[in-house]
């Protein structure tokens, strides 16, 4: 990382006193860390509101001589949280999809107690069969922060849920496993997320013909995906299309304007012929 500002001036001294600690301490970084700091507090604020699934209330009718707003062509977008968390983490991209005609947007909780993922993404997956009933759409599209993502990918992947889901996107989900915080494994669902756990293996097993395309954004000041580069997909039989995220943390990706940018463009955009195999960047 590129070094801004007065820091320059004493990393120096700050080598001599502490050698490798600060030397790659940078101003992005400590902006990344002030804002995840700011999110948790608003989230831990907001986090009763989400506790119990959101009601399943049809959309109130235009009142006269106002038109309503347009609606998505694509398919319902279902929201799916991370590791101990609830549905008001996507407060904020709910709105924003709402206000720019997502208005078919359903936010699913999974309990906090979950400790399988396997077992997770079976519940998606009636989830996902009374969303379609109810909507009378044949597919879904999905967003899942962390957990969430890797419980989505597992219902695509390994239970035929391609047949359902059109696009899932992932927000800093460990596809390939994560290392941080090696006193969480004694919860199971984090030993399922470790590199080389058996969730993990399967999910590395060869899936041609999968329907569902993916769209991975990663963030390059990820502190709970270690390496950073887990939370890039790399599956040789899937369409995949990873997309780098620059200053934020893992709590910010599902918060922060230009992700919800990015998460818009790609539910918008008409299914490509060929895989996209770059790599894109919000900045």
């Known amino acids: 990382m590129k070094v801004t500002g007065v820091l320059p001036l004493f990393l120096p001294f700050c080598r001599r006193l502490w050698p490798g600690r600060l030397a790659g301490i940078s101003v992005a970084l400590l902006k990344a860390t002030a804002l995840e700091a700011a999110i948790l507090a608003g989230h831990l604020l907001l986090y009763p509101t989400g506790l119990v699934q959101e009601r399943r209330a049809a959309a109130p009718p235009a009142r006269d001589g106002t038109a309503p707003l347009p609606v ?14 609830n549905r008001s983490v996507f407060l904020l991209l709910r ?20 400790c399988d993922i396997r077992a997770a993404a079976e519940l998606l997956g009636r989830h996902i069969e009374e969303i379609c009933e109810r909507t009378g759409s044949d597919r879904v599209d999905i967003v899942g922060h962390s957990l969430g993502g890797l419980i989505a990918r597992y219902y695509v992947q390994c239970l035929g849920g391609d047949l359902r889901v059109r696009i899932l996107v992932t927000l800093g989900t460990p596809h390939s496993g994560t290392s941080a915080a090696p006193l969480a494994s004694a919860h199971p ?11 993990i293996e399967e999910l590395a097993r060869p899936a041609p013909g999968c329907r569902t395309r993916f769209v991975s954004f990663w963030s390059d000041l990820d502190s709970v ?6 939370a890039c997909l790399k599956h040789p039989d899937l369409d995949v299309q990873n997309v780098r995220v620059t200053g934020i943390g893992h709590l910010a990706l ?30």
Do not use: C, K, W
């Open 254 to 283: 599902p918060v922060h304007p230009a992700v919800a940018a990015g998460i818009r463009e790609a539910l918008d955009a008409p299914q490509p012929g060929e895989r996209a195999t770059g790599g894109l960047t919000v900045a």
């Open 95 to 114: 709105r924003n999809l709402a206000q720019h005609g997502g208005q078919r947007v359903v936010s699913l909780n999974y309990s906090p107690l979950t």
């Open 72 to 85: 998505r062509s694509g398919p319902p977008v279902v929201l799916l949280h991370g590791f101990i968390d």
């Open 189 to 199: 669902i984090v030993r399922q997320m470790r590199p080389g756990s058996g969730v």
């Open 225 to 230: 995906m270690v390496p950073l580069e887990t």
